[in-house]
């Protein structure tokens, strides 16, 4: 089955890491990554451009507005696709990708573990 690992923080977080702090974060998650595409567990993964770019259509009045649809604290700021035999697994694997980032010191984030529900074009 495959899941998803949702990355959420504090956007000015992020982006108050020093350039050694975030690349060492970098290296450790690639290195991450690299593993995981080797057990055949990585599908997609994205990094989402700061929200200051987002764009979101409300459904009730089909207005489309600048910025996240939810003002909080934390945003979507990336995802991983994982292929995995279990709930737990998935689990291990978010354990794995949290370490570096708290590491650099991004301690107000959570990850979000969900399972994907296959949609099909009829």
Known sequence: MRYAILCYNSQAEA???SPQRHETMMSELR???RDLK???KLGPVARLTPTTAAATLKAADSVVVDGPFAETKE???G?????CETREEAVEIAHLLEAPRKAAG???GALEIRPVAEFNAA
């Open 15 to 17: 982006e108050a890491l």
């Open 31 to 33: 290195s991450i990554q």
């Open 38 to 40: 080797a057990r055949g």
């Open 75 to 77: 945003q979507l700021l």
């Open 79 to 83: 995802f991983y696709i994982v292929d």
């Open 106 to 108: 991004l301690l107000s």
